[in-house]
């Protein structure tokens, strides 16, 4: 299932297994995120967690289309 799909590409993706996303960590292997990284990082702390991204996929519809 797609939930499960991300989850895993998550868990690959946080290198340092601190249970969130950098901005490095998004940019070497999740391009989606790292696109917008500013948007989802509501706190601008320089991390994304479960809980921004979450908040950001529900805000935009959980559409996956990519924005031109």
Not at 34 to 47: P, R, S, V, Y
Request: hydrophobic share 30%.
């Amino acid at each position: 299932d797609r939930a499960q799909k991300m989850q895993h590409r998550l868990k690959a993706a946080d290198k340092d297994n601190d249970g969130k996303i950098s901005k490095a960590e998004a940019d070497a292997s999740l391009p989606r995120l790292a696109k917008h990284f500013g948007e989802i990082d509501t706190n601008q702390d320089g991390f994304l967690t479960k809980e921004e991204m979450r908040a950001w996929h529900q805000a935009h519809g959980g559409q996956r289309k990519e924005q031109k």
